[in-house]
């Protein structure tokens, strides 16, 4: 039977080109895989091979000819003795795929929510509390969640023998053994990898940076990997990781060991991304991260694992992902802060409290998902919000929540919304250098009075 | 060099041993012969614009996934790279699902979100499809972690390339997989080129495999152009890994025949080189000789198989352009597994 030879696309955007030169003639005997033309392409001249075996009997579209669509009839193929000499009547475009139904209402990240604040309790009235470092609530979390799944194990530089770089593994070797707390040498994209791997065989890793700062030796694996995977896939493979590590600047440590990843990691979809303040947050979003079938970022911070909180007493609480905090009641202005963009929030918080000024503090825990109803809430009701974070300016989380307001509380807002953030510097040593880079308690004091007309 | 390196390694080459039946012949034969019919068929659809985006055909390499699924048992992992329709037609997955995930329809293994180079079988234990050179190699790995780790003695496959061996994380997951004694076999497929770089041009290392032996890993090199050569060193290796030895390496000497992707000029060598492998070596030419001269088949007998394969790959084709698009709220799901 004859077939036709249409004008071949031979680039992803390729949609004409020359047909340069025929390497066959009418009546040549071709097999799958002979060069039949050269065809020139916007990139570069390409032979074009024959899919099967035949006679070449008809070309329709002579050498040298230029501007030839792509799906052009260009030769006709048969069998040996057929007749080929009926031109077909016009190219034959390639068949379109069937059509797919109207599109649905797009859910993007920052789409309208409702402006409620779920302030339900995260664990129940009256349990007891005890006082915790974020250090031992991490631990905890960690021990906790080993105890009740044997598929979670913790990998990473120094957290068995050494206890963990920074104290956070302290004593985990001891109960679980070296099968479940992993030294690994000093290669973060390879064990990154490794454990994204594992994370596709059905375990549960907890991977461990000595500093986020090391991650991006690892980004691809948490990104192209970790992330996408389960989309790629079309649902089938997930991705049950997390990965965890102080982030952000600690003291005097210079500019290479002082970043805040939040918004690098906020940024994509497929990570679910946290970063608690307080220690029961530590510990309630740690076990939840741990449970999370996705992959978790979980961004701590040096300066905050000595710092002690209240924490519940219970043999299990987790805290939800998507849910913030009002940690402070206000009616006057809005600050939103997470991790230990929190210490300044609070600070000045007080501080305007002295002058007369309400400030309502939200506490954003998880950066992904976000909790918009919260902050929405909140800015209908003060009219004015200030962001807080130690990251750098550009395309921060505070960039993130101003245009969110602007495009669903611009008539609820008295005045443009500030963000405070890190200084747009790499991190200089010098300690007085160092402390102006970071935001102050001074900066979001001003803030907010300039958001109030003070 | 390497202490452990095993037996007969002491030349780094392996010969075929022809212990094999009339019946596996016929299958590596039908298996390759599908393989290369299926790769055809996708140039052609992608030269229809009903493929789109990067296209990397798999023409030349059949004997070394085909030979190393024969080394396989039921549970083992495979991951490899983009240039990835062979291992999945290798490993037992659909053609429909494979063809139609080219074409970018529901009906493919992806839905259709993932595309020619991301695509994946839990059920064929299938772990991608991965488009980023040498990010496969630990992901590999760690596959082969969790096996250990769950005390099993499954063992996983992980193919990279001539070019992705150049890649640090290889090295790094070599570390690791050998000092963590893990279920790993990593085959390099060296075509002999990456995109239009030669592995003359990229690398002074003399052979590929060898750079193991820096990590005390076990290996080889192996004839890729002849089945039954692989598959004689796949279970070799699968046997030094089952037995909890560690990783090994097999640099499986292939060829591509066709360009690196769909658009690839193929100005970095000469046709006549092309056509030497093609001519002289082509490992499914070498099986056909041993049906045929062997007696095990008749030109009829071969006939009969390429027409079955025909037939599967025309069905594959009509059902990959006849599946849907993904329906359009399909864009929001599979983000996020749900907590
Ligand atoms: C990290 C990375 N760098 C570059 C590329 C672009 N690229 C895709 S394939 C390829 C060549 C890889 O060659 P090889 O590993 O020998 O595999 P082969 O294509 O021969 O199967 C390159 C450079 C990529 N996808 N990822
Ligand atoms: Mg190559």
Redesign the interface.
Known sequence: MATEILMPALSPTMEEGTLAKWLVKEGDTVQAGDILAEIETDKATMEFEAVDEGVIGKILVPEGTEGVKVNTTIAIIGEAGEDMSATPAAASPAPAAPVAEAAPAAPVAAAPVAPVADQGPDWPEGTPMKTQTVREALRDAMAEEMRVNDNVFLMGEEVGEYQGAYKISQGLLDEFGAKRVIDTPITEHGFAGIAVGAAFGGLNPIVEFMTFNFAMQAIDQIINSAAKTLYMSGGQMGCPIVFRGPNGAAARVGAQHSQDYAAWYAHIPGLKVVQPYTAADAKGLLKQAIRDPNPVIFLENEILYGKTFEVPDLPDFTIPFGKAKIARAGDDVTLVSFGIGMTYAMEAAERLAAEGISAEVIDLRTLRPLDYGTVLASVQKTNRCVTIEEGFPVASIGNHISAYLMQNAFDYLDAPVINCTGKDVPMPYAANLEKLALVTTDEVVAAVKSVTYR | MAAKRPTPASSGKTKAKSNVSPDELKKFYREMLLIRRFE??A??L?????I???CHLYIGQEAVVVGLEAAASEGD?R?TSYRDHGHMLACGMDAKGVMAEL???IG???????GSM?????EKHF??????VG?Q???????????K?RGNDRVTFTYFGDGAANQ??VY??Y??AE?WSLPVVFVIENNQYAMGTSVQRSTKSPSLWERGAAYGIAGEEVDGMDVLAVKDAGQRAVAYCRAGKGPYILEVKTYR???HS??????YRT?EEVQEM?EKRDAIEHVRQLLLTGGHASEDDLKAIDKEIKDIVNEAAEFS?????????E?????????
Do not use: C
């Open positions: 055809e068929k140039g052609q992608y030269g229809m614009g009903l789109g985006g990067f992992k991951i074409t970018g329809r493919g293994y992806s839905k259709g979100k993932g991301h695509m994946f079988s839990k772990y991608g499809g991965h488009g980023i990010a190699v630990p992901l590999g790995a760690g596959l082969a972690f969790s096996d780790y640090g994380q790094e997951t570390n690791m000092l025949y066709r360009g769909m658009s690839d000029p193929a100005k046709r093609r352009k006849e599946s849907p698009e993904p329906p359009l709220d864009l929001w799901t599979d983000i996020y597994a749900d907590a």
